[in-house]
C-alpha cells in the first residue's frame, strides 16, 4: 500500500504542477491595469489650480451630483484628443468636471485651455504626480466617474465616443 | 567651552544625518519591491519614468510621515492591487504559492530519506 502511495503521489504533484503551468501560458503577460471600482474618493489636502487654495478633496465632491476626475497635461497628446468629449460632457446639468492638472506648467496649462476651451469647474494642481496616486492612477489621461463620493467608472486612456455614451447613460 | 560647543553640536547633527541615511535605505528598499506598473520588468527604484518618480515622492512623504515599511506596502496595495508589490502576500490567494516550495521539499526529503533507511 506504502508503495503504490508514493509514485502516486508524485504523480498527482505533477499533475497540478503542470496545470498551474499550463494555465499560466495561456494567461497574457502583457500586463492589464486593474480597474478598481466602487471605493471611496481620496481624501487628501490638495492645491486648487485657479487660487493656491489647498483644500480638502471631501470639500470639492460634497454634493450628490456626479462629478467626472479627469487628469490632464497640456504636454499630453491623448488629452487633445479627448478634450472636445469633456467639452461635450460639460454641457450637462448633472455633471461637474474636476480636473487634476498632472505635471505641468500653469502658464502650459493655462494656454492649453484658452486654446481648446475650460470644460473644468475646479481644477486640482499636481505638479509632482502625487495627487494622482491617491487615487490609483497610472498616468494621463484617466477619468473617474463619482457619485456619492464613489468612484462607480474608472477610464484608462482618453475618453472614446463611446466612454461619452456610457457616462451619459450614467448621468441621465 | 569650545570644545563642550563642538560636542554638542555633532551630537545634535548626526543623528539628523543618521536618520536621513536610515530614510535613504529604507526608502530604497520599499521601492525595490514596488513594482513599475507602466514599464516592462522595471522595479520603481530602477525606473525614471514619470509614474515611478511620483511613487517615489509618495515612498518618502510617507517614510517622513512616521509610516512602517509594512504600512506603506498596504497604502500601494490598497491603491494599484497586489500587483504592485514584487514579494506578495501572503493570504487566501497565495497559500499555495508559497506553500507548495515547503510540500514539494519535504515530500522529496521524504523520498531521499526512505530511500537511504532502505539501503542501510
Known amino acids: 500500500m506504502k508503495n503504490k502511495l508514493l509514485p502516486f503521489s508524485i504523480v498527482l504533484i505533477f499533475i497540478?504542477?503542470?496545470?498551474?503551468?499550463?494555465?499560466g501560458l495561456q494567461d497574457t503577460n502583457i500586463y492589464t491595469p486593474e480597474v478598481k471600482t466602487?471605493?471611496?474618493?481620496?481624501?487628501?489636502?490638495v492645491e486648487l489650480f485657479d487660487s493656491s487654495e489647498i483644500v480638502n478633496t471631501l470639500?470639492?465632491?460634497n454634493t450628490d451630483k456626479f462629478y467626472l476626475v479627469n487628469i490632464w497635461s497640456s504636454w499630453c497628446v491623448p488629452c487633445r484628443q479627448e478634450h472636445p468629449i469633456l467639452m461635450d460632457l460639460i454641457k450637462n446639468d448633472n455633471l461637474k468636471i474636476v480636473g487634476i492638472n498632472y505635471k505641468d506648467t500653469k502658464k502650459n496649462a493655462k494656454k492649453?485651455?484658452?486654446?481648446?476651451?475650460?470644460?473644468?469647474?475646479?481644477?486640482?494642481?499636481?505638479?509632482?504626480?502625487?495627487?494622482a496616486i491617491e487615487w490609483g492612477a497610472y498616468g494621463v489621461p484617466e477619468s473617474f466617474l463619482i457619485n456619492k463620493n464613489k468612484i462607480i467608472k474608472k477610464y484608462i486612456g482618453p475618453l472614446s465616443k463611446e466612454s461619452l455614451k456610457e457616462i451619459k447613460l450614467f448621468i441621465k | 567651552m569650545k570644545i563642550l560647543k563642538l560636542f554638542l553640536i555633532i551630537f545634535f547633527?548626526?543623528?539628523?544625518?543618521?536618520?536621513?541615511?536610515?530614510?535613504?535605505?529604507?526608502?530604497?528598499?520599499?521601492?525595490?519591491n514596488?513594482?513599475?506598473l507602466i514599464c516592462q520588468g522595471q522595479s520603481v527604484y530602477d525606473s525614471d519614468s514619470e509614474f515611478a518618480n511620483s511613487l517615489k515622492i509618495v515612498v518618502d512623504s510617507k517614510i517622513d510621515e512616521g509610516l512602517s515599511e509594512k504600512q506603506i506596502y498596504s497604502y500601494f496595495h490598497s491603491k494599484y492591487g497586489e500587483w504592485i508589490l514584487y514579494d506578495p502576500l501572503f493570504n487566501k490567494n497565495t497559500y499555495f504559492l508559497w506553500l507548495l516550495p515547503l510540500l514539494i521539499f519535504f515530500l522529496g526529503g521524504t523520498i531521499i530519506f526512505k530511500k537511504i533507511n532502505k539501503k542501510t
Open chain 2, 13 to 32: 547633527i548626526f543623528p539628523v544625518y543618521s536618520l536621513k541615511a536610515n530614510n535613504e535605505i529604507l526608502k530604497n528598499k520599499i521601492t525595490k
Open chain 1, 112 to 131: 492649453f485651455l484658452e486654446a481648446l476651451g475650460n470644460p473644468y469647474n475646479k481644477i486640482i494642481f499636481d505638479n509632482e504626480g502625487t495627487d
Open chain 1, 38 to 45: 466602487n471605493y471611496e474618493v481620496p481624501s487628501v489636502s
Open chain 2, 34 to 36: 514596488l513594482r513599475c
Open chain 1, 59 to 61: 470639500e470639492i465632491f
Open chain 1, 16 to 23: 497540478t504542477i503542470f496545470i498551474i503551468f499550463y494555465k
